[in-house]
């Protein structure tokens, strides 16, 4: 059952035409509870709070389906502009971009221009910018940018999945960039070539890119809500001497506040992924897919006014 929702809402995160109608109805269904607004003025009030509260967070303005260079452009306009926000309201947040976005399926000098623009004003500000990790088809090219922005910019960090067969030699390739990075298990739908199909691989295959990174000596965030993860993190921190400073927790906006709230509390570091913008179906499917129990939410959002 759990497969069939899963295939069933990663097929439905792909379709471009329910992405067009999404945008005309703003975020309902329970999307609100994970988005933090159309706009990121809406969102400001709520990353204040969240500041306050001691939570760090990484903001993303949702859009994944761009299909000309105009508004990839504008994409890049409008992430600069957040850059900018995020300095003038004193937040204390990252960005986080995708690079389909910006216009990596569109043109190579796109992207890197767009980037190359995100990142002048994001070092101007001091604000890091992580690249998201999208599907493998775009693995290694945003991994190539990745390095060749990370040549020029200390701000920038980026993805590592779990599920993917590639990583820990991804892992070893970035060595030397000291790279500042962020290790998921993965959100897409993987085939077999690339991927491991049973869920303890991709698990394990995550707590051995957690051991390899720290024991690297890089800054790891460690992007998971599963409570074995963490606890893994935290024991092997301590065996190894890894100071808390070395990593943090990420966990998704509106899910599991009371770990967020119990890690702060033990005293690590725990930053929010906050998406915005009224882009918001493509992610708000993929949760769906992660986590059945999400679509209880969505349900009961679909009644409520
Ligand atoms: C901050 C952040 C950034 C991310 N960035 C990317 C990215 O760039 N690219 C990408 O492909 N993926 C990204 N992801 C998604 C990631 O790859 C996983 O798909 C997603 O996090 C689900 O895996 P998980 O490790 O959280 O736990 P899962 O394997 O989904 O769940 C394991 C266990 O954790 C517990 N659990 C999980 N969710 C909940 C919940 N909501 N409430 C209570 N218990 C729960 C349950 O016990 C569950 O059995 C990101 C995730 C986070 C948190």
Redesign the pocket.
């Known amino acids: 059952m759990e497969a069939i929702s899963k295939k069933f809402f990663l097929h439905l995160s792909s379709s471009s035409v329910l992405d067009r109608l999404a945008k005309k109805w703003g975020p309902k269904f329970g999307a609100n509870k994970i988005v933090g607004g159309e706009t990121f003025e809406e969102a400001v009030p709520l990353i204040q709070d969240l500041n306050s509260q001691g939570l760090h967070i990484?903001v993303d303005h949702l859009g994944e389906f761009v299909s000309s260079e105009k508004e990839a452009r504008q994409r890049a306009q409008e992430c600069i502009q957040t850059i900018q926000m995020i300095s003038s309201h004193q937040l204390t947040s990252q960005v986080s971009v995708k690079l389909t976005s910006l216009g990596l399926d569109i043109r190579h000098d796109v992207v890197w221009e767009n980037m190359i623009a995100i990142m002048d004003e994001a070092q101007k500000h001091d604000v890091v910018v992580t690249i998201?990790?999208?599907d493998s088809t775009r693995t290694e090219k945003t991994l190539e940018i990745y390095k060749s922005l990370k040549e020029r910019y200390d701000n920038i960090g980026t993805?590592i999945?779990s599920y993917l067969y590639r990583s820990s030699e991804d892992l070893d390739d970035l060595s030397s960039y000291d790279p500042y990075l962020?290790l998921?298990?993965?959100?897409?739908k993987e085939p077999g070539k690339v991927a491991f199909v049973e869920?303890s691989d991709v698990?394990e295959n995550l707590k051995h890119l957690i051991e390899k990174n720290l024991l690297n000596g890089h800054y790891t965030a460690i992007?998971?809500?599963?409570?074995?993860?963490i606890e893994f993190t935290k024991a092997f921190a301590v065996e190894n001497n890894i100071p808390t400073d070395q990593f943090e927790f990420?966990?998704?906006y509106g899910?599991?506040n009371d770990t967020q709230m119990a890690l702060l509390k033990e005293g690590y570091k725990v930053?929010v992924?906050l998406p915005y913008g009224d882009d918001w179906y493509g992610y708000f499917m993929r949760r769906l897919a992660?986590?059945p129990?999400?679509v209880s939410f969505a349900i009961k959002g679909l009644f409520k006014k």
Request: overall charge neutral; hydrophobic content about 35%.
């Open positions: 990484t998201d990790m999208e993805v999945q962020r998921v298990k993965g959100a897409y869920k698990d992007a998971s809500h599963d409570d074995a993860m990420q966990m998704l899910m599991r930053r992924y992660e986590r129990a999400n």
